[in-house]
């Protein structure tokens, strides 16, 4: 494969792919080892949903149930759940170590999640979010926390106690600055204190696809009442990501981030979410394709990293067609659409469904439990 690898060239191009998957079989396989080795892979994402499939959609944990069980048979099916993951995040995050040791600590991240009923609970957030670091135990370990008005307050205090943070579900420029402002504050918090900043990293992922997938249905009834914007279809979840990457460049242009940067602070880089193709008409690598720029990450669903592997172009395109990104999004209120108001809709959808998942996952482990002891 060699150069030929789209994969590896996006990582030249400062780009680092993570995999928005985990099961236990991907690390006891060596496939993990291969996709590091052969694609320069540089992290993976997890989250109730996926935990959710690996689990109850199969008996590769049911063996670690049954130890668990003997080892505490009063273990709540939430305790149970996290010492699943747990196991699972550890030997991902042993398998990405050398990335992150030769990276000096700025690759070869995992993310675990907290539980996604504390979106709304900045003291539970930042609780379970310190333990679960202490268990998991590992340098490279991100823990997931969703940018909610609650979870602005979390990033910042676990950030300042030397957590390193993935700030989830965020659909909004608005939201996103005020994500990285969290991250800013926590840093020089820290600074304050006489602690170290150089061994802290962030990523703030910010979700594409869904936001097309809101947008395009709204376009389409514009469309049916004779406005003429087809041409805008599929290209504003890209402008909306676009503007985010702007605001990250104006951000670590600036004098206050040279004073963290010259700590040895690292950027909290942006990392594309959501980034599957969910419209069937659309390129299957067009979120890959159109969001390529340095410092940032993309965390990509199993089919969209095989695509890419197999056919998609990496070129520079993030800090492109700026002027046009900022047009699109600033004819939204023309049409009467409040983009706000949809970015706020899918933050609700998205904390519902993680929550779902969460509560399907708990109610499969339940079964599965039962199963395993009758």
Do not use: C
């Not at 985990?22 to 006891?28: V, Y």
Request: proline fraction near 4%; hydrophobic fraction near 40%.
């Amino acid at each position: 494969m060699g150069e030929q690898n789209p994969l590896l060239r996006l990582r030249d191009l400062g780009q680092s792919v993570w995999y928005d998957y985990i099961r236990k079989d991907l690390m006891a396989s060596g496939e993990l080892d291969r996709l590091i080795r052969e694609d320069g892979l540089g992290g993976l994402t997890s989250n109730p949903a996926i935990f959710d499939k690996a689990i109850t959609g199969s008996d590769l944990y049911d063996d670690g149930i049954r130890q668990a069980l003997a080892a505490d048979p009063d273990i709540s099916t939430p305790a149970l759940f996290y010492r699943l993951a747990i196991e699972d995040l550890q030997a991902a995050a042993d398998a990405f170590r050398a990335t992150h040791d030769r990276t000096g600590g700025q690759d070869g991240f995992v993310s675990l999640e907290v539980s996604p009923d504390l979106a709304f609970d900045t003291e539970g957030t930042v609780r379970e979010a310190l333990d679960l670091a202490a268990r998991v135990d590992r340098p490279n370990l991100m823990i997931k926390v969703p940018g909610t008005l609650p979870g602005l307050a979390a990033i910042e205090q676990l950030t300042a106690r030397g957590v390193s943070v993935n700030v989830t579900l965020l659909f909004s420029v608005a939201r996103y600055e005020a994500v990285l402002e969290a991250y800013l504050k926590g840093l020089e918090a820290r600074m304050e204190q006489g602690l170290a900043v150089d061994r802290l990293a962030s990523v703030a992922s910010f979700f594409v696809s869904r936001v097309d997938t809101a947008l395009d249905d709204m376009l389409e009834e514009r469309i049916r009442e004779g406005r003429p914007v087809e041409h805008m279809q599929g290209r504003l979840a890209i402008a909306n990501a676009k503007l985010a990457y702007a605001h990250f460049l104006e951000v670590t242009q600036s004098e206050r981030w040279q004073r963290l940067k010259a700590a040895g602070a690292r950027p909290q880089r942006l990392l594309w979410a959501s980034t599957g193709t969910k419209n069937p008409t659309y390129s299957d690598v067009l979120y890959v394709e159109s969001l390529i720029g340095k410092d940032t990450v993309n965390t990509l669903p199993p089919a969209t990293y095989d695509a890419f592997r197999d056919h998609g172009h990496a070129e520079p395109t993030l800090a492109t067609d700026l002027e046009q990104s900022r047009a699109l999004i600033q004819g939204l209120p023309d049409l009467g659409i409040d983009l706000e108001s949809v970015t706020d809709r899918l933050e609700s959808e998205g904390i519902e469904a993680f929550a779902k998942a969460f509560d399907h996952l708990m109610q499969g482990l339940e079964d599965k439990r039962a199963r395993l002891t009758a």
